[in-house]
């Protein structure tokens, strides 16, 4: 079941911070954010795995909280190059049968401008 | 660093007519997956694979649509008659262990159906 992605889009200025959620329906499992640059495949930022889990690098960072089957990216201070269209993607499956696939949500276009 | 690789990149094809979009993985992995993203939209999962045999399918992936992994590096995704809504950007992606793990994307093809 696909993930709901808010904002769906957002600008900002350099040095500005911005969050970006990601909820379902379903029970999480895991949650995985990726970004996406126009005409580029999707590029792995992180993955959260355990409720509660928080994690980061550079000023970029992310946390899963289980009972409220959400996660939010945090992205502080942004760069130029933090443009680009944000992923979350959630375990699940579809057959029941024990495997699982990413399911993205629909994504967060994230403008940063001088 | 390893990456998968996807030829071609850009495929013109007429209504009706069989395309094979070609993927090599990282070597190590063993999850496969085939993702399609039409313009502007989101990343949509067509199919896993994981010991030689499909682990979950989409809606999407109906009877027009097979992959196969004929030998040890090649992971294929055939179309058997092209429509003019399968025109997209279709991602090959690699895993170490499933939905827990990472996903490595290729950089696509874009399959172009006229």
């Known amino acids: 079941q696909q993930p709901v992605q808010s904002p769906q889009a957002v600008i900002l200025r350099e040095g500005e911070d911005a969050v970006i959620n990601c909820s379902s329906s379903?029970?999480?499992?895991?949650v995985h954010w990726y970004r996406q640059k126009h005409g580029e495949a999707p590029v792995f930022l992180m993955i959260?795995?355990?409720?509660?889990e928080q994690k980061g690098h550079d000023k970029i960072s992310a946390s899963f909280n289980e009972k409220k089957q959400q996660s939010s990216l945090y992205l502080t201070a942004s760069q130029l190059s933090y443009s680009g269209t944000y992923f979350c993607g959630t375990a699940g499956s579809i057959s029941g049968a024990g495997s699982y696939q990413l399911t993205f949500g629909k994504g967060t276009k994230l403008s940063v401008i001088p | 660093e390893p990456e998968v690789t996807q030829t071609p990149s850009h495929q013109v094809t007429q209504m009706g007519q069989e395309v094979i979009l070609r993927c090599v993985p990282i070597s190590n992995h063993l999850y496969f997956y085939w993702y399609r993203q039409i313009l502007g939209q989101k990343v949509e999962f067509l199919v896993s694979?994981?010991?030689?045999?499909?682990?979950?399918k989409s809606e999407i992936f109906d009877d027009q649509f097979s992959v196969e992994r004929p030998d040890g590096s090649n992971f294929t995704l055939k179309i058997r008659s092209t429509k003019l809504e399968d025109s997209a950007m279709y991602f090959c992606?690699?895993?170490?262990?499933?939905?827990?793990?990472?996903?490595?994307f290729g950089n696509g093809t874009r399959l172009t159906v006229t």
């Open positions: 992606a690699s895993a170490i262990q499933g939905a827990y793990s990472p996903l490595h």
């Open positions: 694979f994981y010991n030689n045999e499909i682990s979950e």
């Open positions: 379903k029970a999480l499992y895991s």
């Open positions: 959260l795995l355990k409720g509660g």
